[in-house]
């Protein structure tokens, strides 16, 4: 039976209805120490008494307890009332992303903004070793104001140790040979029965993403097992609408084998930050790209991601009354050759500016007689510019909005380098 309102569990106060899953029953409450309110999670009473149950309902909170991040359900507390876990988070006011596909595909903008935040959200879970195993629409909520929120972690795995207090509060390993998951969303190693790693929910990612543009789940058939064998066999088929740059990224998530598909999802929400316009995304205007489009998204990501820093850095402040705005001209010497010389044309003379204009990284040969291009990074505090060994041949680049990472393309891979240096990494194939 549903707790009426005014029934108190631990010290809060129920004061509504708010859902119910598969394990528990969610309720509106108060918490009369800190006059707030909160949702309250309550495992369900026919499975008060299954061990199983109620380890997988407080691992839950184990595992979401340890993360601290802006897209994922913040857990507040936990406790036991008249014999029934239950588990205090904040309170959430919107919908499930399940809900919002009833209606079919969502715009492409709010797509590729949702997918980023939920890359941002796995990231935060995969750097403590939380793998969550059960990443479905149904475990994705949006809030009224457009943020996602990564729900349910009761299939979540600790896939290595970090500390013993890490160790006894997110639990076991499963049993090789368990199926754990939801059939439309599994990834092939978890259909197989297969230890997983946090490869496995860039999968899952994937189906998701495919399932906001397209409107349909590329795996979904009639029966379970046929879902489950289409997850193992045949590649989805991509809507010819469907933008270049997107396509490649869920192809990517895609891979059957998991040494082929974005080995973080830091890299995965590093790939999505270009795809924020129309111009990044291959999309015209007027609607849906031509395949033709495939060899111009790399430029087109560079222009959008260079025009976004540059009006970021140089923004006016906002105010109640502000100052007139002068137009403030400038030249910086790059001190290591031309961008816009004559053998500079094919890089387009681009330059990137990070968001705070601080940093500016461009392509430029080392001398006349080096032909080939290399990275350079300046930081406008200092006089010379410094090469990044590992980036000849590198042209197109970008800078994360953190300023930490130049993101760049050679020959046809789309790649990363730390501001500070370092080897390079590959992120995807941007060929034809």
């Not at 108190?8 to 309720?27: C, D, K, L, Q, R």
């Not at 802006?70 to 507390?77: Q, R």
């Not at 994705?140 to 600790?158: P, Q, S």
């Not at 489009?293 to 959008?304: Q, S």
């Amino acid at each position: 039976m549903a707790l009426a309102n005014g029934t108190t569990v631990g010290p809060y106060e129920i004061t509504g209805w708010i859902g119910a899953g598969g394990m528990g029953e969610v309720y509106r409450a108060r918490d009369p120490r800190l006059g707030r309110d909160v949702a309250l999670k309550v495992i369900g009473e026919a499975f008060a008494s299954d061990d199983g149950r109620v380890q997988r309902f407080e691992q839950e909170a184990r595992a979401a307890g340890q993360l601290n991040h802006p897209n994922i359900l913040a857990v507040h507390d936990t406790g036991i009332s008249q014999g029934r876990p239950f588990i205090v988070s904040e309170l959430l006011e919107g919908s499930s992303l399940r809900d919002r596909l009833r209606s079919g595909p969502l715009p492409l903008r709010k797509a590729i903004d949702y997918a980023r935040q939920i890359a941002e959200g796995l990231a935060a879970a995969h750097e403590k070793a939380i793998v969550h195993r059960d990443l479905k629409p149904d475990n994705l909520f949006v809030t009224n104001d457009g943020r996602i929120k990564i729900l349910d972690f009761g299939l979540a795995k600790l896939t290595r140790p970090v500390d013993q207090a890490t160790i006894t509060a997110v639990g076991q390993d499963t049993e090789p040979g368990t199926i754990l998951g939801t059939a439309g969303y599994m990834s092939p190693e978890q259909v197989r029965g297969e230890p997983v790693d946090a490869r496995s929910d860039l999968f899952s990612f994937g189906t998701i993403f495919y399932e906001m543009i397209a409107g349909r789940s590329p795996f979904a058939r009639a029966t379970s097992v046929e879902t489950m064998a289409a997850i193992l066999h045949p590649h989805p088929e991509f809507a010819p609408a469907m933008p270049p740059g997107i396509e490649r990224i869920i192809s990517r998530c895609l891979e059957k084998t998991r040494e082929a598909r974005f080995q973080s999802a830091r890299d995965l929400a590093f790939g999505l930050e270009f795809l924020s316009s129309n111009s990044l995304t291959g999309e015209p205007a007027g609607g849906a790209a031509p395949r033709s489009w495939r060899r111009l998204w790399p430029a087109a990501a560079l222009a959008g991601v260079a025009a976004i820093g540059v009006a970021l850095a140089f923004a006016p402040a906002l105010g109640p009354a502000p100052a007139p705005v002068l137009p403030v001209r400038m030249s910086i010497d790059l001190g290591a050759g031309t961008l816009l010389g004559p053998t500079q044309s094919q890089f387009g003379g681009v330059a990137a500016l990070s968001s705070d204009g601080s940093l500016l990284v461009f392509g430029a040969q080392r001398s006349q007689e080096d032909a080939m291009s290399v990275l350079y990074v300046r930081t406008l505090s200092e006089l010379e510019a410094r090469p990044l060994a590992g980036t000849e041949g590198g042209h197109l680049p970008f800078l994360s909005p953190d300023g930490r990472w130049i993101g760049f393309f050679r020959r046809d891979k789309l790649m990363k380098i730390a501001t500070a240096g370092g080897p390079p990494q590959e992120l995807a194939d941007v060929s034809d």
